[in-house]
């Protein structure tokens, strides 16, 4: 067990989490995929992958057998949005007649909140400057596509004009992008929310 007797530093959920269900190395495995060059995981997948390893510490400390496949489709059912609630029930039903305490079990399980704060803060891992290249990146190419549609709506019209097939003054052409969330309810040019890092989904960084 880590010592924190000489640091005023509280200990994380997530480190809590690693060293209650023996996830030794975890912490190096998040830290290593969340800022891999490719492929990297989000904080999201982070924190399934971490929570699917504390459910299967459970069953291994319940000296239970698992096939293959298992522990994932345990974990969905548990919680997925798309899991009806009698599902639910039935899975938290099989669990605790496996003598796994299913409230403590669902109650550690982390948020990618948490993964972020144990990452960021405890293990000073950041991405930041490799996010803000990609995302440049994007914005650059996003902007590059946009002037080609720009010009080619341009020839277009101009072209329509002067065969007098269509009526037209001095024109033009306005190209808006806009991304809406339908978790949040908010609205935002592409470009603009790339450039905040995001929408306004749990008011946290951009950093997945």
């Known amino acids: 067990m880590t010592d924190n007797r000489g640091s005023n530093r509280r200990q994380s959920k997530v ?3 690693i060293e ?3 996830l030794d190395g975890f912490g190096d495995t998040m830290a290593r995929r969340w800022t891999a060059p490719e492929d990297s995981k989000s904080l999201r997948e982070l924190a399934d992958l971490m929570n699917q390893e504390v459910l299967d510490s459970a069953f291994h400390e319940a000296d239970v057998d698992v ?6 489709n345990m974990y969905t059912l548990l919680t997925d949005d798309d899991t ?5 029930v039935q899975a938290k039903t099989t669990l605790e007649s496996k003598n796994i305490d299913v409230d403590q079990l669902l109650s550690d399980f ?3 909140q948490a993964v972020y704060t144990y990452l960021t803060d405890v293990r000073s891992v950041s991405k930041e400057s490799k996010s803000t290249d990609r995302v440049n990146s994007v914005i650059q190419s996003i902007q590059k596509l946009r002037g080609r549609l720009v010009a080619v709506i341009e020839r277009s019209l101009t072209s329509l004009q002067n065969t007098q097939k269509l009526r037209l003054g001095d024109f033009d052409v306005l190209v808006d992008t806009q991304v809406f969330c339908r978790d949040c309810g908010t609205q935002y040019e592409v470009v603009q929310l790339l450039e905040r890092g995001g929408c306004d989904c ?3 960084p ?3």
């Not at 096939?67 to 994932?72: A, D, H, Y």
């Open 15 to 17: 480190e809590r989490v």
């Open 20 to 22: 209650e269900y023996g």
């Open 202 to 204: 749990d008011g946290e």
């Open 206 to 208: 951009n950093s997945e």
């Open 84 to 88: 009806t609630e009698g599902m639910r």
């Open 110 to 112: 982390v948020s990618h």
């Open 67 to 72: 096939l293959e496949g298992e522990v994932e």
